[in-house]
């Protein structure tokens, strides 16, 4: 049996055979097994199923290659990239260029393995006491809004002790959004944890990272009107907010797909009703549903202040002689009684909102383009009462009805007064 593996079973026999005092001489000669073999595995000190690998030694990896190659780590350490960095293959083909190596792609692969000493991440697991915290983020998802792709935003909360969930979608990613989804978010909750924890964004953060951002006011005073204190992640930790992190992903492929064909973003309210549904889900290690331990958990969150924080934008403007107020570069028509009068304009994350003296005097969907006017026909039906004959060249008419219908109105219609009337 020389040259032949030694199976457990012959290990098995050597090693009875010699127990029985039998010399090895002897069980070479009954098992057809070479002395040195039995010598070797008769004692016990070497076993069959454990076999020692030589080490080869790589000619070819001479002290300048090994050199080359920590040089490479070396420059992705210092540059900091962690997308643009060097890959085996990297160094492999900068070697072959560049030294001449001679030498096969996979022992580079395997010095490479080697000198990183690369190691598997490994997370510390995480639990939270009930009311203690809340993580929050933000996430893209695309929509068919009155029949064009667009995309939104969706704001995704989530209790770290009980894992509920709540999700607001928003056009835009701004401080108004943000401020009003933190709003929503803790009536929805009933109540406020004693931190929140988001990663760096700019609508809260004004300045530095982690330990050391400093938050908007406007996040400032969100937290203190509501009593919770802001944590930031560092960058490029996804893990410190993870559960909230899986939110996201599961917002996109369990409740916007299909794509959502909608008129306005009200009509998302399946995500409400699918956040509701989750609290009947189990969570695996969980010892009850997460609509169980969410009730648990309110019992634990701060009580909610007296008056809702106010999440708009504010600006004082004087009515221009076209009977509209500016805001953020848009114009926004209120009734033509208001020409040249002082009102406080009112941005919030999706309508615009004016008022004078206390009353409001119009309100209008948030416009999201740049330099675009916003008119509302019946703020003008007085001044085209007066002047009827420009009722067909009027901005705020062109905006309101379709063409077809405009042209409908100038072959059927008699006069003016008639027109009027129809209007």
């Not at 330990?211 to 509501?226: E, V």
Request: a positive charge; glycine letters at 6%; one cysteine or more.
């Amino acid at each position: 049996m020389n040259g032949v593996v030694i199976t457990v079973k012959d290990y098995k026999q050597i090693r009875q055979m010699y127990l029985g005092g039998i010399s090895q001489r002897e069980i070479a000669r009954q098992l057809h097994i070479s002395r040195n073999t039995v010598a070797k595995y008769c004692e016990g000190c070497a076993v069959p199923w454990e076999r020692k690998v030589p080490k080869r030694e790589t000619t070819v990896l001479t002290e300048e290659i090994v050199a080359f190659i920590q040089s490479c780590l070396d420059e992705d350490e210092r540059e900091n990239l962690k997308k643009q960095c060097h890959t085996a293959k990297r160094i492999y083909s900068r070697l072959v260029v560049e030294k001449g190596f001679v030498g096969g792609e996979s022992t580079i692969r395997r010095k490479v393995r080697e000198m990183k000493g690369s190691q598997p991440q490994v997370f510390v697991p995480l639990e939270f006491s009930p009311g203690e915290a809340m993580q929050v983020d933000w996430g893209e998802a695309t929509v068919y809004l009155r029949g064009k792709k667009v995309t939104i935003y969706l704001f995704c909360a989530r209790l770290c002790s009980s894992c509920a969930p709540i999700v607001f979608a928003y056009r835009r990613q701004n401080q108004e959004s943000f401020l009003e989804a933190f709003v929503r978010t803790f009536r929805f909750f009933g109540g406020v944890p004693e931190k929140a924890i988001f990663d760096n964004a700019k609508v809260a953060v004004k300045d530095g990272f982690g330990a050391h951002a400093k938050k908007q006011a406007g996040y400032t005073a969100l937290s203190a009107h509501y009593g919770f204190d802001a944590m930031f992640c560092n960058p490029a930790e996804g893990h410190e907010k993870g559960l909230v992190e899986g939110l996201v992903g599961w917002s996109r492929r369990n409740i916007l797909v299909p794509v959502p064909k909608i008129n306005n973003l009200e009509e998302l309210n399946l995500l409400l009703e699918r956040c509701l549904e989750y609290l009947k889900h189990n969570i695996k290690g969980k010892s009850a549903s997460v609509g169980v331990m969410f009730e648990n958990e309110r019992l634990f969150l701060r009580a909610l202040p007296g008056y809702e924080f106010e999440t708009a934008k504010c600006s004082s403007v004087r009515v221009s002689s076209f009977a509209t107020a500016r805001f953020d570069t848009n114009d926004y028509s209120v009734p033509v009684s208001y020409c040249g009068s002082n009102v406080s304009v009112k941005g919030y994350a999706e309508s615009i909102k004016i008022y004078c003296k206390g009353q409001m005097i119009a309100s209008h969907e948030r416009c999201f383009k740049r330099h675009t006017p916003t008119y509302k026909l019946e703020h003008y039906l007085p001044i085209l009462e007066l002047r009827k004959r420009a009722i067909f060249n009027a901005a705020p008419v062109r905006q309101n009805l379709p063409p077809e219908f405009l042209d409908w109105l100038k072959s059927h219609t008699a006069d003016y007064k008639e027109l009027m009337q129809l209007l």
